[in-house]
């Protein structure tokens, strides 16, 4: 208690604006001695240890001897689902408390570490359904860092002594929050004969469905409800396919990007190698030259020469998109794209803007818009080969622009293909297409918004900052409790089970 109660008063008035007393984190935790003030912008520190070599690690002990080590967490001992659900209940428990309830009300959240570990977090706050949800800066610890890029973090591995952390959380302070769309992800796949599909090696941040069973009486009559109210959220294909027997659906998010094809075949190369040899990723400026070789090792430079017409995007899937009223229409893939990125931030492959700006006075731009990231549409761009992408280092660069939509799907049938590329937000997987008459499907669509912290340095525009902010309202309909909360489980990303304050606290 004295020991605590020391650290507290050793620290400078600066990083006393970000420290929360233990009692507040932990029920365990006896009240000690604090100021009547709260503190200005009070911060969860979530950090994944294995990220950016021993950077991670390094940032942990800076973080815990600054602030208190209670506020500091290893994502790779305690997910961050149940530090949320454990920190929620006791401010819940608080509620008569005015300094927790202080710091409830400015509650921000710091994520360290890649785009895959940032989304992983946004996901979990967007399942929890927390009340006043806070808002996510992101330190950039990864490989590419598109996400904390696109948000003014910058995309260089960040410094780990106590002066670079200060400077970080000043930038915290002074940050503002920012609304990003939320793109949720359906696919549906046939199960294997033998197993499960969980031996395929999905990432992360896709999970698998827990769908009721037919044979329950009860349970039909929930999935009838389900598919009623789904079909306004997810086209009704989707829907029905989704309970058809002898498939697996799995679903998940971004916030970032989804890519099929060449880039997200070199991605899955380096993070298979990555596996084998993690001592040989410890640097960032090494890990973006291995990439660049890898490229070139698989012959994306002279894709048209090395690589099968059969490989490419209009050969592999059908793409179909809906605008916001609804309305679904086959999209045109060029025969020479070899790979698609569906878009939401202004930032690819190390800080590039595949969609640049479109020019209203071109015919074949003017129905499209700038990139906001908050308008409910997804960019979507493709691209022939590598050269094709060096094309962004250009200063009006950008990819093909295939369109924007709100919705889009992508079915995958039989054909020369055995498998695809994917990947989201910087985890790529190899994904099995069908070897008889099935379809694998995979529909993404606008699923809300997160608040997320952001710097004056930001690449991200917002469509209303040349306006006042608009709210969307709800559309005023009351469902029964029955079937709100089966559209509620139908919508989650899978990240965390939803969390619901107990009666009794």
Not at 411 to 437: I, N, S, T, V
Request: net charge positive; charged share 20%.
């Amino acid at each position: 208690m004295a020991s605590i109660n020391q650290k507290y008063e050793a620290l400078s008035d600066f990083l006393k604006k970000f420290y929360i007393p233990s009692y507040v984190l932990s029920p365990e935790a006896e009240a000690v001695t604090v100021p009547s003030t709260p503190p200005e912008s009070p911060v969860l520190v979530f950090i994944n240890s294995k990220s950016g070599g021993q950077l991670g690690g390094e940032l942990i002990l800076t973080y815990r001897t600054l602030l208190n080590d209670k506020q500091v967490f290893d994502l790779n001992v305690e997910t961050p689902d149940k530090v949320l659900q454990r920190i929620y209940l006791n401010l819940e428990r608080l509620k008569h408390d005015a300094l927790a309830c202080k710091i409830k009300e400015k509650l921000k959240i710091i994520v360290a570490g890649g785009d895959g570990t940032a989304s992983w977090l946004l996901g979990v706050v967007c399942d929890l359904e927390l009340s006043n949800p806070p808002p996510i800066a992101t330190i950039p610890l990864g490989t590419g860092n598109n996400l904390p890029f696109a948000l003014g973090w910058g995309k260089k591995n960040p410094g780990t002594d106590k002066s670079s952390v200060e400077a970080f959380l000043g930038q915290v302070i002074k940050s503002k929050e920012m609304k990003i769309d939320n793109w949720h992800v359906l696919m549906r796949m046939k199960s294997p004969e033998k197993g499960s599909c969980d031996s395929i090696e999905l990432p992360p941040s896709l999970h698998a469905f827990r769908r009721s069973s037919p044979s329950d009486q009860a349970n039909m009559v929930l999935n009838s409800l389900l598919l009623r109210r789904a079909v306004s959220l997810f086209s009704s294909y989707m829907v029905s396919a989704f309970f058809q027997e002898g498939y697996q659906t799995f679903r998940g998010g971004f916030w970032n990007y989804f890519s099929l094809g060449m880039d997200a075949q070199t991605s899955y190369e380096f993070h298979s190698q990555r596996k084998l040899h993690p001592e040989k990723f410890k640097n960032q400026l090494v890990n973006q030259s291995t990439y660049l070789k890898l490229a070139c090792k698989q012959g994306w430079f002279c894709a048209s020469l090395l690589h099968p017409f059969s490989h490419n995007i209009a050969q592999l899937a059908q793409v179909k998109i809906c605008d916001k009223s609804g309305q679904w229409t086959d999209l045109h893939i060029p025969q020479s794209i070899r790979s698609i990125v569906c878009l939401n931030l202004p930032s690819f492959s190390g800080g590039l803007n595949p969609w640049g700006t479109p020019n209203p006075k071109r015919q074949c731009d003017r129905s499209l818009t700038p990139p906001f990231i908050d308008d409910g549409l997804i960019e979507i761009v493709g691209f022939r080969n590598a050269w094709h992408g060096l094309v962004l280092l250009a200063p009006k660069g950008h990819g093909t622009r295939l369109a924007q939509a709100n919705r889009i799907r992508f079915e995958f049938k039989k054909g020369a293909a055995k498998h695809a590329y994917m990947r989201m937000d910087g985890e790529p997987w190899k994904q099995p297409l069908p070897l008889d008459d099935e379809t694998l499907i995979l529909e993404i669509s606008h699923h809300g918004q997160v608040n997320m912290l952001t710097t004056e340095n930001r690449k991200s525009k917002s469509m209303y900052e040349s306006f006042p902010r608009v709210r969307l309202s709800d559309d005023g309909n009351k469902d029964e409790p029955l079937v709100a909360n089966c559209e509620e489980e139908f919508r989650k990303f899978g990240a965390a089970d939803t969390f619901k304050i107990p009666n009794d606290v």
